[in-house]
Protein backbone atom coordinates (compact mmCIF):
# COMPACT_ATOMS: atom_id res chain seq x y z
CA UNK A 1 0.00 0.00 0.00
CA UNK A 2 1.35 3.62 -0.91
CA UNK A 3 2.50 5.43 2.47
CA UNK A 4 2.96 9.02 2.59
CA UNK A 5 7.04 10.39 3.35
CA UNK A 6 7.26 10.08 6.92
CA UNK A 7 6.96 13.39 8.80
CA UNK A 8 5.90 14.89 12.26
CA UNK A 9 3.00 16.44 11.38
CA UNK A 10 1.23 13.51 8.53
CA UNK A 11 -0.14 15.21 5.36
CA UNK A 12 -4.17 15.80 5.51
CA UNK A 13 -5.92 12.90 3.68
CA UNK A 14 -8.77 11.33 2.50
CA UNK A 15 -10.27 8.62 1.88
CA UNK A 16 -9.82 6.59 -1.72
CA UNK A 17 -12.87 6.55 -3.01
CA UNK A 18 -13.02 9.77 -4.99
CA UNK A 19 -9.75 8.27 -6.52
CA UNK A 20 -11.70 4.77 -6.98
CA UNK A 21 -14.59 6.55 -8.83
CA UNK A 22 -12.38 9.13 -10.83
CA UNK A 23 -10.86 6.14 -12.11
CA UNK A 24 -14.05 4.24 -12.62
CA UNK A 25 -15.20 6.53 -15.00
CA UNK A 26 -11.75 7.42 -16.80
CA UNK A 27 -12.11 3.50 -18.16
CA UNK A 28 -15.21 4.25 -19.45
CA UNK A 29 -13.92 7.35 -21.27
CA UNK A 30 -10.82 5.31 -22.35
CA UNK A 31 -8.18 7.14 -20.39
CA UNK A 32 -4.76 5.53 -19.81
CA UNK A 33 -5.59 4.30 -16.05
CA UNK A 34 -2.58 2.95 -15.12
CA UNK A 35 -0.48 6.05 -16.18
CA UNK A 36 -3.47 8.23 -14.05
CA UNK A 37 -2.31 6.15 -11.29
CA UNK A 38 1.65 6.59 -11.42
CA UNK A 39 1.56 10.33 -12.03
CA UNK A 40 -0.84 10.50 -8.90
CA UNK A 41 1.53 8.20 -6.89
CA UNK A 42 -0.47 5.55 -6.28
CA UNK A 43 -1.03 2.09 -7.62
CA UNK A 44 -3.95 1.16 -9.37
CA UNK A 45 -3.79 -2.35 -6.93
CA UNK A 46 -3.90 -0.20 -3.70
CA UNK A 47 -7.11 1.12 -4.60
CA UNK A 48 -8.53 -2.38 -3.38
CA UNK A 49 -7.48 -1.24 0.54
CA UNK A 50 -10.53 -0.45 2.56
CA UNK A 51 -8.08 1.86 4.46
CA UNK A 52 -6.08 3.15 2.21
CA UNK A 53 -6.31 7.40 2.19
CA UNK A 54 -4.40 9.62 -0.16
CA UNK A 55 -3.33 12.82 -0.12
CA UNK A 56 -5.39 15.27 -0.99
CA UNK A 57 -3.09 16.72 -3.65
CA UNK A 58 -2.83 13.48 -5.11
CA UNK A 59 -6.65 13.11 -5.79
CA UNK A 60 -6.50 17.11 -6.77
CA UNK A 61 -3.54 16.08 -9.52
CA UNK A 62 -5.78 13.08 -10.79
CA UNK A 63 -8.79 14.99 -11.30
CA UNK A 64 -6.54 17.65 -12.73
CA UNK A 65 -4.98 15.35 -15.51
CA UNK A 66 -8.29 13.33 -16.25
CA UNK A 67 -10.26 16.46 -16.77
CA UNK A 68 -7.39 17.32 -19.10
CA UNK A 69 -7.12 14.38 -21.22
CA UNK A 70 -10.79 13.90 -21.33
CA UNK A 71 -12.09 17.32 -22.37
CA UNK A 72 -14.81 17.12 -19.88
CA UNK A 73 -16.18 20.26 -18.05
CA UNK A 74 -18.34 18.06 -16.04
CA UNK A 75 -16.17 15.71 -14.60
CA UNK A 76 -17.04 15.94 -11.15
CA UNK A 77 -21.27 15.28 -11.92
CA UNK A 78 -19.97 12.41 -14.00
CA UNK A 79 -17.86 11.06 -10.88
CA UNK A 80 -20.46 11.47 -8.37
CA UNK A 81 -22.66 9.02 -10.82
CA UNK A 82 -20.54 6.12 -10.68
CA UNK A 83 -21.34 3.55 -7.84
CA UNK A 84 -18.66 2.64 -5.39
CA UNK A 85 -20.23 0.91 -2.17
CA UNK A 86 -17.76 0.44 0.68
CA UNK A 87 -19.07 -1.65 2.94
CA UNK A 88 -16.25 -0.85 4.94
CA UNK A 89 -17.47 2.73 5.63
CA UNK A 90 -18.90 3.44 8.84
CA UNK A 91 -19.87 7.03 8.59
CA UNK A 92 -21.92 6.22 5.17
CA UNK A 93 -23.97 3.81 7.39
CA UNK A 94 -24.66 6.03 9.99
CA UNK A 95 -25.77 8.83 7.85
CA UNK A 96 -28.19 5.87 5.67
CA UNK A 97 -29.82 5.12 9.25
CA UNK A 98 -30.36 7.86 10.58
CA UNK A 99 -34.05 9.35 11.81
CA UNK A 100 -34.25 12.60 9.48
CA UNK A 101 -32.19 14.70 6.64
CA UNK A 102 -31.53 16.94 9.28
CA UNK A 103 -30.40 14.28 11.84
CA UNK A 104 -28.24 13.09 8.94
CA UNK A 105 -26.66 16.02 8.13
CA UNK A 106 -25.56 16.63 11.72
CA UNK A 107 -23.85 13.46 12.20
CA UNK A 108 -22.60 13.40 9.09
CA UNK A 109 -20.63 16.31 9.81
CA UNK A 110 -19.24 14.73 13.45
CA UNK A 111 -18.18 11.71 11.59
CA UNK A 112 -17.04 13.46 8.24
CA UNK A 113 -12.93 12.84 9.23
CA UNK A 114 -13.58 9.18 8.31
CA UNK A 115 -13.79 10.36 4.69
CA UNK A 116 -11.07 13.17 5.20
CA UNK A 117 -9.26 15.08 7.22
CA UNK A 118 -10.38 18.82 7.98
CA UNK A 119 -13.96 20.45 7.98
CA UNK A 120 -14.90 19.87 4.52
CA UNK A 121 -18.88 20.11 5.42
CA UNK A 122 -20.30 22.11 7.71
CA UNK A 123 -24.60 22.14 8.48
CA UNK A 124 -25.66 25.66 9.24
CA UNK A 125 -29.09 26.71 10.00
CA UNK A 126 -30.71 29.55 7.94
CA UNK A 127 -34.06 31.79 7.63
CA UNK A 128 -35.41 29.14 5.24
CA UNK A 129 -34.20 25.97 6.42
CA UNK A 130 -31.18 24.21 6.63
CA UNK A 131 -27.44 23.83 4.71
CA UNK A 132 -24.38 22.40 3.91
CA UNK A 133 -21.36 23.74 3.04
CA UNK A 134 -18.64 22.64 1.55
CA UNK A 135 -14.82 23.84 1.30
CA UNK A 136 -12.28 21.85 -0.64
CA UNK A 137 -8.90 21.29 1.44
CA UNK A 138 -6.07 23.68 0.64
CA UNK A 139 -5.48 26.29 -1.96
CA UNK A 140 -7.96 26.89 -4.34
CA UNK A 141 -7.22 24.42 -7.83
CA UNK A 142 -8.69 23.69 -10.69
CA UNK A 143 -9.60 19.87 -9.07
CA UNK A 144 -11.83 21.75 -6.63
CA UNK A 145 -14.09 22.81 -9.25
CA UNK A 146 -14.89 18.97 -10.12
CA UNK A 147 -14.72 17.78 -6.22
CA UNK A 148 -17.96 20.49 -5.53
CA UNK A 149 -19.82 19.76 -8.23
CA UNK A 150 -19.13 15.72 -7.30
CA UNK A 151 -19.93 16.57 -3.60
CA UNK A 152 -23.02 18.21 -3.90
CA UNK A 153 -24.59 16.32 -6.41
CA UNK A 154 -23.96 13.40 -4.57
CA UNK A 155 -25.72 15.06 -1.54
CA UNK A 156 -28.53 15.80 -3.66
CA UNK A 157 -29.07 12.16 -5.19
CA UNK A 158 -28.27 10.42 -1.46
CA UNK A 159 -31.09 12.78 -0.09
CA UNK A 160 -33.86 11.67 -2.88
CA UNK A 161 -32.49 7.78 -2.21
CA UNK A 162 -32.51 8.12 1.59
CA UNK A 163 -35.55 9.97 1.53
CA UNK A 164 -37.78 8.10 -0.94
CA UNK A 165 -38.87 11.26 -2.09
CA UNK A 166 -38.24 13.39 -5.19
CA UNK A 167 -36.56 16.27 -2.47
CA UNK A 168 -35.42 19.42 -4.54
CA UNK A 169 -33.33 21.94 -2.57
CA UNK A 170 -33.90 25.30 -2.05
CA UNK A 171 -31.10 26.50 -3.60
CA UNK A 172 -27.67 24.92 -4.56
CA UNK A 173 -24.12 27.31 -4.55
CA UNK A 174 -20.85 27.05 -6.56
CA UNK A 175 -18.13 29.87 -5.90
CA UNK A 176 -16.89 28.90 -9.55
CA UNK A 177 -17.97 30.18 -12.49
CA UNK A 178 -21.29 28.60 -14.26
CA UNK A 179 -19.98 25.91 -17.53
CA UNK A 180 -21.14 27.21 -20.66
CA UNK A 181 -23.84 24.87 -20.77
CA UNK A 182 -25.99 24.50 -17.31
CA UNK A 183 -28.50 21.81 -18.70
CA UNK A 184 -26.91 18.88 -16.99
CA UNK A 185 -26.52 20.80 -13.50
CA UNK A 186 -30.18 21.95 -13.59
CA UNK A 187 -31.01 18.41 -14.29
CA UNK A 188 -29.54 16.89 -11.64
CA UNK A 189 -30.32 20.00 -8.85
CA UNK A 190 -33.89 20.82 -10.41
CA UNK A 191 -33.64 23.65 -8.66
CA UNK A 192 -32.18 27.76 -8.63
CA UNK A 193 -28.67 27.70 -9.16
CA UNK A 194 -26.24 30.56 -7.93
CA UNK A 195 -22.69 30.53 -9.43
CA UNK A 196 -19.17 33.07 -8.06
CA UNK A 197 -21.47 32.71 -4.96
CA UNK A 198 -19.06 33.41 -1.33
CA UNK A 199 -19.23 29.65 -0.49
CA UNK A 200 -20.19 26.23 -1.98
CA UNK A 201 -23.35 25.17 -0.12
CA UNK A 202 -26.76 23.01 -0.82
CA UNK A 203 -30.04 24.16 1.07
CA UNK A 204 -33.02 22.32 2.37
CA UNK A 205 -36.65 23.82 3.70
CA UNK A 206 -37.62 23.14 7.28
CA UNK A 207 -39.93 21.23 5.68
CA UNK A 208 -37.38 18.89 4.36
CA UNK A 209 -34.99 18.64 6.67
CA UNK A 210 -37.15 16.89 8.85
CA UNK A 211 -38.17 14.00 6.16
CA UNK A 212 -37.81 10.63 7.61
CA UNK A 213 -35.56 8.11 6.01
CA UNK A 214 -36.49 5.03 4.78
CA UNK A 215 -33.91 3.15 6.26
CA UNK A 216 -33.58 4.73 9.83
CA UNK A 217 -32.99 2.47 12.72
CA UNK A 218 -31.97 3.57 16.07
CA UNK A 219 -30.19 0.69 17.04
CA UNK A 220 -28.07 0.30 14.14
CA UNK A 221 -27.27 3.56 13.84
CA UNK A 222 -26.03 3.79 17.71
CA UNK A 223 -23.66 0.41 16.15
CA UNK A 224 -22.77 2.35 13.50
CA UNK A 225 -21.72 5.40 15.47
CA UNK A 226 -19.70 3.56 17.87
CA UNK A 227 -17.70 1.85 14.37
CA UNK A 228 -17.14 5.48 13.17
CA UNK A 229 -16.23 6.79 16.66
CA UNK A 230 -13.37 3.53 16.72
CA UNK A 231 -12.39 4.56 12.99
CA UNK A 232 -11.73 7.88 13.85
CA UNK A 233 -9.57 6.55 16.58
CA UNK A 234 -7.56 4.64 14.82
CA UNK A 235 -6.15 7.24 12.49
CA UNK A 236 -3.24 9.34 12.79
CA UNK A 237 -3.77 12.67 14.27
CA UNK A 238 -3.62 15.34 11.81
CA UNK A 239 -4.33 18.80 12.13
CA UNK A 240 -4.02 21.44 9.61
CA UNK A 241 -2.46 24.46 10.42
CA UNK A 242 -5.48 26.65 9.91
CA UNK A 243 -7.24 24.28 12.50
CA UNK A 244 -4.40 24.91 15.12
CA UNK A 245 -4.79 28.57 14.87
CA UNK A 246 -8.38 28.86 15.28
CA UNK A 247 -7.97 26.30 18.04
CA UNK A 248 -5.72 28.80 19.96
CA UNK A 249 -7.25 31.70 19.84
CA UNK A 250 -10.48 30.22 20.49
CA UNK A 251 -9.16 29.36 23.49
CA UNK A 252 -7.59 32.92 24.20
CA UNK A 253 -10.38 35.20 22.72
CA UNK A 254 -12.28 36.44 26.09
CA UNK A 255 -9.45 38.16 28.19
CA UNK A 256 -5.88 36.36 26.63
CA UNK A 257 -3.79 37.33 24.80
CA UNK A 258 -4.88 36.51 20.73
CA UNK A 259 -2.19 38.57 18.82
CA UNK A 260 -0.37 36.58 16.27
CA UNK A 261 2.99 36.62 17.98
CA UNK A 262 1.63 34.51 21.03
CA UNK A 263 -0.33 32.03 18.92
CA UNK A 264 2.78 31.88 16.96
CA UNK A 265 4.89 31.29 20.51
CA UNK A 266 2.11 28.68 21.78
CA UNK A 267 2.02 26.48 18.80
CA UNK A 268 5.82 26.53 18.59
CA UNK A 269 6.31 28.04 15.37
CA UNK A 270 8.25 31.36 13.71
CA UNK A 271 5.70 34.31 12.99
CA UNK A 272 6.82 33.92 9.77
CA UNK A 273 6.72 30.55 8.89
CA UNK A 274 2.92 30.14 10.46
CA UNK A 275 2.19 32.92 7.91
CA UNK A 276 3.41 30.89 5.40
CA UNK A 277 1.81 27.70 6.41
CA UNK A 278 -1.67 29.76 6.62
CA UNK A 279 -0.64 31.03 3.17
CA UNK A 280 -0.20 27.31 1.72
CA UNK A 281 -3.83 26.63 3.28
CA UNK A 282 -5.38 29.21 1.59
CA UNK A 283 -5.89 31.08 4.49
CA UNK A 284 -4.67 33.92 6.73
CA UNK A 285 -4.70 35.21 10.30
CA UNK A 286 -6.69 38.05 10.23
CA UNK A 287 -9.14 36.02 7.96
CA UNK A 288 -9.56 33.50 10.62
CA UNK A 289 -9.98 35.83 13.43
CA UNK A 290 -12.55 37.34 11.94
CA UNK A 291 -14.53 34.45 10.64
CA UNK A 292 -14.83 33.16 14.46
CA UNK A 293 -16.05 36.32 15.53
CA UNK A 294 -18.79 36.34 13.07
CA UNK A 295 -19.81 33.09 13.89
CA UNK A 296 -20.31 32.96 17.46
CA UNK A 297 -21.50 36.02 17.44
CA UNK A 298 -24.44 34.71 16.00
CA UNK A 299 -24.11 32.32 18.77
CA UNK A 300 -23.56 33.79 21.68
CA UNK A 301 -26.37 36.97 20.60
CA UNK A 302 -29.12 34.17 20.54
CA UNK A 303 -28.35 33.17 24.43
CA UNK A 304 -29.34 35.66 27.20
CA UNK A 305 -25.98 37.67 27.49
CA UNK A 306 -25.56 41.46 27.22
CA UNK A 307 -23.95 43.01 24.37
CA UNK A 308 -21.09 44.39 26.56
CA UNK A 309 -20.68 40.20 27.42
CA UNK A 310 -20.63 39.41 24.00
CA UNK A 311 -18.33 42.11 22.99
CA UNK A 312 -16.01 40.54 25.89
CA UNK A 313 -16.20 37.05 24.51
CA UNK A 314 -15.44 37.53 21.43
CA UNK A 315 -11.86 39.92 22.25
CA UNK A 316 -12.64 43.46 21.30
CA UNK A 317 -11.63 46.29 23.47
CA UNK A 318 -14.46 48.00 22.78
CA UNK A 319 -18.16 47.43 22.74
CA UNK A 320 -18.56 50.22 20.04
CA UNK A 321 -15.86 48.11 17.47
CA UNK A 322 -17.74 45.28 17.87
CA UNK A 323 -21.19 46.79 16.82
CA UNK A 324 -19.33 48.04 13.75
CA UNK A 325 -17.84 44.81 12.88
CA UNK A 326 -21.45 42.91 13.36
CA UNK A 327 -23.12 45.66 11.13
CA UNK A 328 -20.85 44.96 8.43
CA UNK A 329 -20.78 40.71 8.89
CA UNK A 330 -24.54 40.92 8.92
CA UNK A 331 -26.13 43.95 7.71
CA UNK A 332 -28.22 44.53 11.19
CA UNK A 333 -27.16 45.91 14.48
CA UNK A 334 -26.85 43.32 17.53
CA UNK A 335 -29.62 45.43 18.97
CA UNK A 336 -31.56 44.68 16.05
CA UNK A 337 -30.60 41.47 15.49
CA UNK A 338 -31.77 40.35 19.44
CA UNK A 339 -35.18 42.58 18.68
CA UNK A 340 -35.87 40.32 15.98
CA UNK A 341 -35.89 37.44 17.64
CA UNK A 342 -34.73 35.77 14.88
CA UNK A 343 -31.72 34.09 13.17
CA UNK A 344 -29.74 35.91 10.99
CA UNK A 345 -30.37 36.49 6.88
CA UNK A 346 -26.99 37.81 6.08
CA UNK A 347 -24.42 35.28 4.44
CA UNK A 348 -21.45 33.85 6.41
CA UNK A 349 -18.25 34.66 4.80
CA UNK A 350 -15.96 31.54 3.10
CA UNK A 351 -14.68 30.40 6.35
CA UNK A 352 -16.60 28.68 9.00
CA UNK A 353 -16.51 27.24 12.00
CA UNK A 354 -18.71 25.42 14.47
CA UNK A 355 -19.84 27.58 17.17
CA UNK A 356 -19.62 26.17 20.51
CA UNK A 357 -19.97 27.07 24.19
CA UNK A 358 -19.13 29.39 26.79
CA UNK A 359 -16.29 27.81 29.05
CA UNK A 360 -16.04 29.23 32.60
CA UNK A 361 -17.34 32.06 34.34
CA UNK A 362 -16.87 35.83 32.58
CA UNK A 363 -14.68 38.11 34.91
CA UNK A 364 -16.43 40.21 37.45
CA UNK A 365 -16.34 43.49 35.51
CA UNK A 366 -15.56 43.75 31.47
CA UNK A 367 -12.52 45.69 31.28
CA UNK A 368 -11.12 47.62 27.94
CA UNK A 369 -7.88 46.17 26.56
CA UNK A 370 -5.40 47.95 24.09
CA UNK A 371 -4.36 44.98 21.72
CA UNK A 372 -0.30 44.85 20.52
CA UNK A 373 0.72 44.68 16.91
CA UNK A 374 0.01 41.00 16.01
CA UNK A 375 3.40 40.74 14.37
CA UNK A 376 5.47 42.95 16.62
CA UNK A 377 6.75 45.14 14.08
CA UNK A 378 7.03 42.20 11.00
CA UNK A 379 3.09 42.74 10.27
CA UNK A 380 1.86 46.07 9.94
CA UNK A 381 -1.56 44.97 10.80
CA UNK A 382 -2.57 46.24 14.58
CA UNK A 383 -6.03 46.26 16.04
CA UNK A 384 -7.61 49.49 16.03
CA UNK A 385 -10.36 49.97 18.38
CA UNK A 386 -10.81 46.08 18.32
CA UNK A 387 -10.49 45.81 14.27
CA UNK A 388 -7.77 44.85 12.53
CA UNK A 389 -6.84 46.71 9.49
CA UNK A 390 -6.69 44.98 6.34
CA UNK A 391 -2.92 45.38 5.43
CA UNK A 392 -1.14 42.47 4.47
CA UNK A 393 2.51 41.30 6.47
CA UNK A 394 5.24 40.59 4.27
CA UNK A 395 5.72 37.80 2.32
Not at 140 to 169: E, M, N, Y
Not at 187 to 194: K, Q, V
Not at 288 to 309: G, P
Request: with cysteine; charged share 25%; glycine share 8%.
Amino acid sequence: MAQPPPSSSPEPSLSARMARQALRLAETLGLPVEALCREAGFRMEDLDDPELRIPYAALDGLLERAAELSGDANLGLHIARVDVVDLDDPATFVVLTCATLREAMERGCRYQRVWGDGERFLMEETACGVRMRFTPVGVSRPAHRHLVDAALVQFATGVRAFTGVDVRPLVVRFTHTAPADLREHEALFGCPLEFGAPFNAIEFSHEDAQRPFIHANALLNAMFQRQAQRALERLPDVSTTTERVRQQVRRELAGGDFSFVAVARALRQPPRTLQRRLAGEGQSYAAIVEALRRELSESYLQRRMSIAEVSFLLGYADPVAFHRAFKRWWGVSPEGFRRSGSRLHAEPGPLSIHPGGVSGRLAPALRRRARPPLLDGEEQRFVRGGEASSTSPPA
